[in-house]
């Protein structure tokens, strides 16, 4: 059953509304405004409707109104005036501080139960509709935040992209460059890549970091990234040295993994280097991660990533050791292959690099 509260000094009015509404709702009441005030703090969230008497000793139902408006309560709780005063001044008095509607004394019994009736079913559809409006009106919100997050998270994707862009670029230009200077190349093929948003919310949650543009930017070093496949072991530190070496390039941290293999024999040289790209407005600086290793540690580094990923493989420790075992030999093989060609150019008319 839904509960009213009924304001009335008179006792003898307060006893024929309860009876007449008993059926249908739990009847609150109060003698006065100070009483009231004081059950509406108890029972202002499960109210459905006060009916209220205007003239009262020590507050007033004005006051009582004035007081419901300003915490709020007359927002979802509906007011009834109960009174006998017919002038035209009061209830517009009434009717512009939020009251809902009036019962006149002497009370009917059928025209007091309608009159609550409809006021708390009009309150209750009016409040149906607000919360409906406010919903609609946070899930526009959000819609509105995605795009705006999405539209920020496409065009920091594009200015990656830019970087990497430009780093490829220097890197073609120095092949360029030193196949018309020294009849050969020293890499093989360049191949880039953007994380997938996926990727990238995955790892910032996973290293506890804001999940949020900036946040990819600030944290994250591999978002864009290059790897450089090379001919010779040396050809990569040639080619690392020369990029880093230009105008505009900042080394932010270098891995050598070739000198200082990871436990399982991964070898590969790890540049995160700030790059400029050049927007219609600005110039940034964006970090690119380039990769560089021969064809036979990216030919290893490739199986190695595909075998590791197989799940519930027992005795990791002994298949760890054949990889680093075949990592080695790979290495060896490397300057092996390096020791031949700089034989072949010691040897030959050619110019050795």
Same mark, same amino acid.
């Given at each position: 059953?839904?509960?009213?509260l009924?304001v009335?000094? %008179?006792?003898l009015?307060?006893?024929?509304?309860?009876?007449?509404?008993?059926?249908?709702?739990?009847?609150?009441? %109060?003698a006065? $405004?100070?009483?009231?005030?004081?059950?509406?703090?108890?029972?202002?969230?499960?109210?459905?409707?006060?009916?209220?008497?205007?003239?009262?000793?020590?507050?007033?139902g004005? +006051?009582?109104?004035?007081?419901?408006?300003?915490?709020?309560?007359?927002?979802?709780i509906?007011?009834?005036?109960?009174? $006998?005063?017919?002038?035209?001044?009061?209830?517009?008095?009434?009717?512009?501080? $939020?009251?809902?509607?009036?019962?006149?004394?002497?009370?009917?019994? +059928?025209?007091?139960?309608?009159r609550?009736?409809? %006021?708390?079913?009009?309150?209750?559809?009016?409040?149906?509709l607000?919360?409906?409006v406010? !919903?609609?009106?946070?899930i526009?919100?959000?819609?509105?935040?995605r795009?705006?997050?999405?539209?920020?998270?496409?065009?920091?994707?594009?200015?990656?992209?830019?970087a990497?862009?430009?780093?490829?670029?220097?890197?073609?230009?120095?092949? !360029?460059?030193?196949?018309?200077?020294?009849?050969?190349?020293?890499f093989?093929?360049?191949?880039?890549?953007?994380?997938?948003?996926?990727?990238?919310y995955?790892?910032?949650?996973?290293?506890?970091?804001?999940?949020?543009?900036?946040?990819?930017r600030?944290?994250?070093?591999?978002? %864009?990234?290059?790897?450089?496949?090379?001919?010779?072991?040396?050809?990569?530190?040639?080619?690392?040295?020369?990029?880093?070496?230009?105008?505009?390039?900042?080394?932010?941290?270098?891995?050598?993994?070739i000198?200082?293999?990871?436990?399982? $024999?991964?070898?590969?040289?790890?540049?995160?280097?700030?790059?400029?790209?050049f927007l219609?407005? !600005?110039?940034k600086?964006?970090?690119?991660?380039?990769?560089?290793?021969?064809?036979?540690?990216?030919?290893?580094?490739?199986?190695?990533?595909?075998l590791?990923?197989?799940?519930?493989?027992?005795?990791?420790?002994a298949?760890?050791?054949?990889?680093?075992?075949?990592?080695?030999?790979?290495?060896a093989?490397?300057?092996?292959?390096?020791?031949?060609?700089?034989?072949i150019?010691?040897?030959?008319?050619?110019?050795?690099?």
């Open positions: 059953m839904k509960r009213i009924v009335d000094d %008179a006792e009015n307060r006893e024929l509304l309860r009876d007449m509404l008993k059926e249908e709702y739990i009847v609150e009441m %109060a006065d $405004g100070e009483e009231a005030l004081d059950k509406l703090k108890i029972y202002s969230a499960s109210l459905s409707a006060v009916l209220l008497d205007l003239q009262m000793p020590k507050k007033d004005f +006051s009582v109104v004035i007081e419901m408006k300003r915490d709020g309560w007359l927002r979802h509906p007011v009834l005036v109960i009174s $006998g005063e017919f002038a035209v001044e009061v209830e517009n008095q009434c009717f512009e501080l $939020g009251v809902s509607d009036f019962i006149r004394k002497p009370f009917v019994d +059928s025209i007091v139960r309608k609550v009736r409809n %006021a708390i079913e009009l309150f209750s559809s009016k409040n149906q607000e919360q409906k406010e !919903e609609q009106e946070q526009i919100k959000i819609q509105e935040e795009k705006r997050e999405e539209k920020s998270f496409n065009r920091l994707m594009m200015e990656y992209k830019a990497i862009m430009g780093v490829e670029t220097r890197l073609k230009v120095l092949n !360029e460059e030193f196949s018309q200077e020294y009849n050969r190349n020293p093989e093929s360049i191949k880039s890549r953007l994380k997938s948003p996926a990727s990238i995955e790892k910032l949650e996973r290293r506890g970091f804001p999940v949020s543009v900036e946040s990819i600030e944290n994250l070093t591999d978002v %864009a990234g290059l790897r450089v496949i090379c001919s010779f072991p040396d050809d990569i530190y040639r080619l690392a040295d020369l990029l880093i070496k230009q105008d505009n390039i900042i080394l932010l941290r270098r891995k050598d993994y000198k200082n293999p990871k436990p399982n $024999g991964y070898r590969s040289l790890h540049l995160i280097v700030d790059v400029p790209i219609s407005h !600005e110039k600086y964006m970090k690119v991660e380039v990769q560089l290793r021969t064809i036979a540690m990216d030919f290893w580094a490739s199986l190695e990533h595909k590791k990923y197989k799940k519930n493989v027992d005795k990791t420790g298949i760890e050791a054949r990889l680093k075992a075949c990592a080695d030999s790979i290495e093989l490397d300057y092996q292959m390096q020791e031949i060609r700089d034989q150019d010691s040897e030959g008319s050619g110019h050795g690099l």
